[in-house]
């Protein structure tokens, strides 16, 4: 048994559990089992109802703004289905949810795109066109 521990690179008494095995179950024995970890804690059904509730937003969930976070996730999972989770380990579940991190972007309330727009046709273009630049600025060649 030394021997072939020494060989495959295992403890003498792994060798002994695969010889049992083999013993017991034949080739089988040998099969390797999938560790499967942890069961998740919410099941699919669950699932399906927290993305429905999700999509309603944040707002009509009572939350004051229109931005989920962990923690708020978190909050909704307790108490719709008494599961409690960290709000670290929620990207988790929103991942396995097919969700992914946004960051929302600042912009000002007042923000008027259609005068933005205007100014970017009109004014940036004879900007832009009068200013003589035609490469990166600093650059000489």
Request: glycine residues 10%; proline residues 6%; contains cysteine.
């Amino acid at each position: 048994m030394a021997e072939v521990a020494k060989e495959v690179g295992a403890s003498i008494s792994s060798v002994f559990r695969w010889q049992e095995a083999f013993r017991k179950n034949g080739a089988k024995g040998l099969a390797g089992v999938p560790a499967t970890g942890r069961p998740p804690k919410l099941s699919p059904r669950q699932k399906r109802k927290l993305v429905a509730l999700l999509m309603r937003g944040p707002v009509a969930l009572g939350y004051s703004t229109d931005l989920w976070t962990t923690r708020r996730v978190a909050e909704v999972i307790e108490r719709e289905f008494r599961i409690d989770y960290h709000p670290n380990h929620i990207w988790r579940v929103l991942v396995g949810l097919g969700w992914s991190c946004q960051k929302p972007e600042r912009r000002a309330r007042e923000r008027d795109e259609a005068a933005i727009e205007a100014w970017k046709k009109g004014r940036w273009a004879a900007i832009k066109k009068n200013s003589g630049l035609r490469g990166p600025s600093g650059f000489s060649g």
